[in-house]
């Protein structure tokens, strides 16, 4: 089965470069790997050939829109569309992923699921401490140091860092109550599925936008699957200039309306038409 990982990012080449670096440090690599640019700059573009030239085996290519405002679905449909792959893994270019993520999102890969895992938070000041060294070693990734980084605020926070084997923290992921919320950040889908409801909207700005895709894929019959603990990423503080309370509200409302509609299908999506 053919995998692709696509990675959103804009204008945050410094947070990429780390994603990147947790990305080629995978025990099993995806087949391709691509960047879903929603309208960055020339140093993204230098990030990304640096990362393509350095791995020449991953398949890497950049997938690139001009810049028009927050349009991340617009190019997370354009990667989804052009990708060759069977299986689709997506993240953010903020967050960090331990060397067993890809292998985790297979071992839960079905044609009638998607999968979410879950986020470790750092602030600013534990995000400038990171370094691609830190990466490479798996060091921000290990309880002691995100402990003594303020990463661990909370109890449910202290089992994404696994505390237990991993048949105890496959247990807490079935077990655990929680919301089958698509996370664009760590989230993953069979192509064909994601195909079978257009994409994502692309009217949806920031702010939830990437929760309605996943409330039309389980009105399609192609359930949702939470990996609380053995899918955890580590999330670098950016600022958030784009956000806008109202559209926020809007999201939510069009987040409910699809869910209480039955909606499986955008117009606005991958094809522009009406199902």
Known sequence: MRTELIVATYEN??????????????????????????????????????????????????????????????????????????????????????????????ELSRPDRWTSGSLIRLDAAATAAVTEPLVASGEVFRRDWLRAHRAIDRFGTWLKTRPFPKPGMAALDRLTPVQRAWGGSNASAFRAALLAVNGFDETMRYGGEDKELGVRLTNAGIRGQHSRYLASVVHLDHARGYVDPAIVRANKEKVRAARRLGVTWTPSGIEKRTA
Request: net charge neutral; with cysteine; hydrophobic share 45%.
């Open 13 to 106: 080449p410094r947070a990429l470069s780390l994603c990147l670096a947790s990305v080629a440090r995978q025990k099993t690599l995806p087949d391709g790997i691509a960047i879903a640019d929603d309208g960055s700059g020339p140093a993204t573009a230098t990030v990304v050939r640096a990362f393509a030239d350095a791995h020449p085996g991953l398949g890497v290519r950049h997938v690139w829109h001009e810049d028009r405002g927050f349009q991340k679905n617009a190019i997370l449909n354009r990667a989804i569309a052009t990708s060759e792959a069977a299986f689709l893994l997506f993240l953010d270019g903020d967050v960090l992923i331990r060397p067993d993520f890809v292998t985790r999102h297979l």
